[in-house]
């Protein structure tokens, strides 16, 4: 399963961990490049999430709780549409079988 979180930042499951990933190019060709791992789906999305409000330019309260909201939202979005892929993938292999 591949989650993209925006233009460069994404999660991928592997075979052994959820990968957090980052698209590079330093020689002209775009590649993603995995830089955290974790061993649940939650500790990935949760690290992730944590990294945006972090990096969020706010300079006051208001403006931080605002980015909170905010990227609790965009991740919120983000998990129900993975699971609803889940979900359709899951069911589409059902129908296939029977």
């Keep these: 399963m ?3 979180l925006d233009s460069i930042h994404r999660i991928k499951g592997g075979d052994y961990a ?3 990933q980052r698209l590079r190019g ?3 060709s ?3 490049r995995s830089y955290k791992w974790f061993n649940s789906f939650g500790s990935a999305v949760q690290e992730a999430a944590l990294a ?3 990096l969020d330019p706010a300079s006051s309260l208001p403006e931080a709780l605002d980015a909170v909201r905010r990227v609790t939202h965009k991740y919120e979005r983000l998990i129900d549409n993975a ?5 359709d ?3 589409t292999k059902l129908r296939a079988v029977s």
């Design 83 to 87: 699971v609803e892929r889940v979900a």
């Design 26 to 28: 330093s020689d002209g």
């Design 18 to 20: 959820w990968e957090l």
């Design 52 to 54: 945006e409000i972090r």
């Design 2 to 4: 591949i989650i993209q």
């Design 89 to 91: 993938r899951a069911d």
């Design 30 to 32: 775009p590649r993603w």
